[in-house]
């Protein structure tokens, strides 16, 4: 079974779901499939905002989301997770250069990178430099993806993931498609794997 994961790098709960992911699949046999949307695009086609944005003038709120992050990160034994201090990040360099590393056949590898930079090593993605530099770091052909990345074949690909992410129903990153059923967000997680089993038990029957 594949489950759809549409991600964009500047989001910190997508690459907490990154990190829990593997545990799932291990659990369950499904594979997650990543597809990298564009969340700027994303928020324009629905007219949401970040959280940071949205909830900046709710008492208490922001204080309580970052009291669930930490006991996310407690739970699932996420011990290299640190805020960017460059947040917020323009990613739209990095999550065409997503869609540029699937046509160069290095995805998997540049997705681990990346997000590394990001939540990790708290690097400023949006600086072309800084890109290139990462992506030479971790034995990548960064001349190659950012040429790429440029191309209009891989601009319209993106706007695409983004517009389809927008069809299904999502609104935000992480969101997770087990089937046509749709999920927002890490905290479900557990909904996700429930529906994965639930899913297999039914094509089974």
Known sequence: MTVTFLFDFGSPNAFLSHRVLPAIEARTGATFDYFPILLGGLFKLTGNQSPATAFAHIKNKPQYEALEMRRFIARHEITD???????????????????????????????????????????????????????????????EIIRLS????????????????????????????????????????????????????SLAA
């Not at 590393?101 to 590898?109: I, K, R, T």
């Not at 891989?154 to 927008?166: E, G, V």
Request: charged fraction near 25%; glycine fraction near 8%.
């Open 81 to 143: 997770f640190r805020g960017n201090p460059h947040f917020p990040v323009n990613t739209l360099q990095i999550m065409r250069g997503a869609i540029a590393s699937q046509a160069a056949g290095v995805f998997p590898e540049y997705v681990t990178q990346v997000f590394d930079a990001m939540w990790v090593r708290g690097l400023k993605m949006d600086d072309p430099q800084v890109i290139q530099a990462t992506l030479l770091e971790a034995g990548l052909s960064a001349d």
């Open 150 to 201: 440029q191309t209009d074949e891989i601009k319209a690909k993106l706007l695409q993931n983004t517009q389809s992410a927008c069809d299904k129903g999502a609104f935000g990153s992480p969101s997770f498609l087990v089937g046509d059923e749709l999920y927002f967000g890490k905290d479900r997680l557990a909904d996700v794997e429930a529906e994965i089993v639930r899913s297999r038990a």
